[in-house]
Structure formats: C-alpha cells, structure tokens
C-alpha cells in the first residue's frame, strides 16, 4: 500500500510538463491559478467526482523560515470553523514531508471586485450580494472569527453569481483577544479600515468588520470609494471623521443603512442583528442563502466539536480528514493545537485492521474492562464502568476513522468520570489490551520517517 505521509515530492514539482498529475491518488492538478508570498494555487479535479476544486501548495520548509506557520495554522482553523454557503469551502488538508496540500472549493466566477471595476452595480444586484455578506460575516462572528480584511478583492462569486468570502489570512479567532476583551493588531486594507483599527488602539473585532462591510456596501453602489484622497494621511482624517458623501443616485433607504454602517465612533456603529432588521436589507431576502448553520445543526456556540469535514459514508467509518491525521502523525508538523479542545483527554492510535475487526476488538476490550456498552452504532461504541469514580462512573467514547482503504484511525475521548482515572485506565488498560491491532499510538515514533 503507497502511504501518502512518504509520497514522493515529484508529483507536485513538474506542474506544467504536460502529464497527469496525480496527488495522492485523489486529485488532479492542473494549471496555475494565482501565487503568493509562501503558495500557490493550482486548478484541481477530483479523479473519483469530477469536482473542481483549488490546490493551495505551501512549502513546509518556506513557512517555518519565515515563521509564517502561525498564520497557516490560524487560516486553516478557522476555516474549518467558518463552513456556510457564502464562505469559500475548506475540503481537507494533506501533506507530504515537504508540502501541505489545502484543498478548496472552486470558486471560477472571479472577484466581486472586477465587477465594481467596470462600474457600480444595480441596487438590486448589490443588495443581493450584501445581504449573502452579511450573512457571511454574521455567521463568522458566531464563531468568534473576525475577518479583519473585508474587501471586493476577498469576495468571489461562483458559477450562480452568489458571493463567496474568502482569504483569512488576516482573520482572527475569539481567543485572541487581550484582557480587555479587545484585538490590538492592525491589519487590512486602509480604504476598507474601520477608524479604531487605523488608530492603533485596540478594537471590537466584529464592530470594525461591519464597517469594512459598509465600505463594500457603498462600493458596490458608487462604483468607487468613500475615503480617498492621493494624500494618506488626509484620506485617514476622512476615515477618522466619517466624512464622505453620497452621489445623487443612492436610494434614500441606501443612504440610510450606510450611514448607520459608517459611524466613526464604534458603540454607535450598527450592530448585525439591527441590520437584519432594515426593510432595505429584506426586500427579496433568501432565507435559504443564510445562517446556515441553524438549517444544517450547527448551532452558533461556537463549538469546534459540531465540525466535520470528514464525508461519511453509509456503508464504511467516517474519513478522518489528513489534516487531523497529519496533526497527530506527523513529527516536526505539530498542529494539535487546533484540535486541542476537542481531545483535551483523548487517545487516539492507527490501525491496519479493518473498521469491524476494530470495533469486535472495542467489544471485547469493554468486556475485559467490565463496562457495560451503553451504544454501538455507525463504528462508535460508548462504554460506561460499573463502579463509582471519585466523579462519578467513568465513561469512555471510543470512534474509528478511515484515512485510506487499509489505515484506520481510532480516538478514545472522556466522556463523563474522572481524568486521572481515564489516563490511568489508558495505560494499564485499553494500550496493552490493544497492542495486536495497533500500527502507532499518538506522538509515538514509528520509523516511518
């Protein structure tokens, strides 16, 4: 079996010679899309769908001398945070030594921006995508994510003309917060900037993308920019003040939503909610298009545990995405960080045995223990012990993954009891019980460098 953690750089160093480039046996890559600082973005098609998709190819070794791997690491987690209809869609994440492969939905209807550059749209058109924006952005904030570089060269439109947001490299997530619950970074673009955040002091972050929002809004509507002058500074006095004006052809309704978006002072700025709220916003509202989250049982918590960018299949264990894998596996590659809340107390080790010789071995490893199964279903068995803890009966959740046909992965996870006691049973327990079936615990090395 061809492990894709040892696949040969080849595949992705000859991009453009003319033949079949396979990576790791999913996907084909294609032509150059765009390049930044650390990647590049290839075209992309899945051999098994025929889907498009976009290939960022970043340098390991590029990233980490640049000390740019928080960034990565930043953006991914926050992309697998941030999955709705108007959101640029993450689809996994794999890696050889060298390279990290992110693979993305294909967005090919271009940047927003290039429309606002012929001219200004009809209301009509700007609203719909301001309001699939908005969507977006509030939808990031009940994530804690703040998108921090709000602009029309961030927002794509697919092949259906709906906004798609994307690029958060800038992006920061709720934890990033000071002790006076504020961001204190400055970033983004000038033009787009909310006041506080060109002021260097710290700021709210949702309050200043609802600001960059109202600038996009106003674009959209103008076809040019509410803040500008040739002099900086004096563009920056505009932005301080809130001082622009509107043309002749902005329907008094628009006039009155942006002028409740660009406020200077940021208690005053309108909140998202109240946006909701404006008729302008609601004339031929698409509920379908919005907070997805609740439609699709992501409750807006915040909660990393209700992802999933694994495809689940009915007749097989769910796929553990190669991101996760990778943050396991992989020395010299630590992104367990981003997982870190959701096995604060876990195990987790890979197996060559097939998900129902696993799951036999789970049962029988439950009996050994004497806890009692309290469910066994869709390769997921939940085991609770018979005797009292000092919290309380220990229960252990225990779920098998498919990274490739003949790799499982396998996390044990605390549901209820005591974390000492769950360690303890780890170790005298479930890890000697299990030694025949597994390849390699978690941060254990196996040589398969």
Known sequence: MKDPMNQSNQETDHMMDGTRNIIFGKYEMGRLL??????????????????????????????????LMEQIIREISIMRLVRHPNIVELKEVMATKQKIFVVMEYVKGGELFAKVAIGKLKEDVARKYFQQLISAVDFCHSRGVFHRDLKP????????????????GLSALSEQLRNDGLLHTQCGTPAYVAPEVLRKKGYDGAKSDIWSCGVILYVLLAGFLPFQHE??????????????????WFSPEAKKLISKLLVA???????????????????????SNSFSSEENGDKKNGSTEQIDLGNRSKSGPPFYNAFEFISAMSSGFDLSSLFESKRKSGSMFTSKSSASTIMSKLESLAKKMNFKIESAKEFKVKMQGTSEGRKGKLSVMAE???????VAVVEFSKSAGDTFEYRKLCEE?????????????????????
């Not at 990647?39 to 290939?55: D, L």
């Not at 700025?269 to 404006?278: E, L, Y």
């Open 34 to 67: 765009g390049q930044g600082t650390f990647a590049k973005v290839y075209y992309g098609r899945n051999i098994k769908t025929s889907e498009s998709v976009a290939i960022k190819v970043i340098n390991k070794d590029h990233v980490k001398r640049e000390g």
């Open 429 to 449: 327990d479930i890890r000697p019980s299990l030694k025949d079936i597994v390849w390699t615990w978690q941060g254990e090395n196996d040589g398969r460098d």
């Open 153 to 168: 060269e961030n927002l794509l439109l697919d092949e259906n003309e709906n906004l798609k947001v994307s690029d958060f």
């Open 400 to 406: 098998v993954f498919e990274v490739a046909p003949e």
């Open 265 to 287: 002072d940021p208690e005053k700025r309108i909140s998202i909610s109240a946006i909701m709220r404006v008729p302008w916003i609601l004339k031929d509202f698409s509920r």
């Open 231 to 248: 002099n900086m500074m004096k563009m920056y006095r505009k932005v301080f003040k809130a001082e622009y004006e509107f043309p002749p």
